[in-house]
């Protein structure tokens, strides 16, 4: 007999109960340059592998970073930033750079030809390198004028919370 059963542990939704002394929060841009930090880093090293299995295992990795990027982006950022002017032609731009991505990463997925591959690398280190050069530096600073510190680290907490339910998520066996 071992006495009343243990209390089910929940990890999953533990992470997201954080004290509000922890300092791990982010503020909304801080969190998104973490992320395209993380996916530069990624495509980094893919560019220095030659061996097709290497490559699209790392790949698999830096799809779903990319997938939930965007979708916390779609589902979370760009919607809160909408009734905001002067960010609107920024963001019609990133949906473009989105969509670019989605079909490149979607032809990669399909391809184990190294040449193909390569190709299509390439082609999404460069939307993702203007992606994240456009963000950064045009229009983050828009948005720091248009949200408070407050609404800004409110906004991270939803991007984070976010990420729990991105399909990227899933995509990757
Ligand atoms: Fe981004």
Known sequence: MVGNPPVLMAPVVQCFHRSSKETLQMNALDLLKEDHQ????????????????????????????LDTHAYIEETVFYLALKDK?????????????????????????????????????????????????REERDLFPKVREVFTPEELDELGERLESARGSAPGLRAVA
Not at 43 to 56: N, P
Not at 90 to 104: F, K, N
Not at 107 to 117: K, R, Y
């Open 38 to 65: 993380n996916v530069s880093e990624l495509l980094d090293q893919i560019e220095q592998f030659d061996e097709i299995g290497q490559i699209k295992r790392l790949f698999r990795k830096i799809r779903q970073q």
């Open 85 to 133: 002017p002067p960010t609107q032609a920024l963001i019609s731009q990133s949906l473009d750079d989105h969509r670019e991505m989605r079909v490149l990463l979607a032809g990669i997925a399909q391809t184990s030809d190294p040449v193909e591959v390569n190709e299509k690398l390439r082609a999404l280190v460069e939307v993702i390198e203007n992606h994240v050069k």
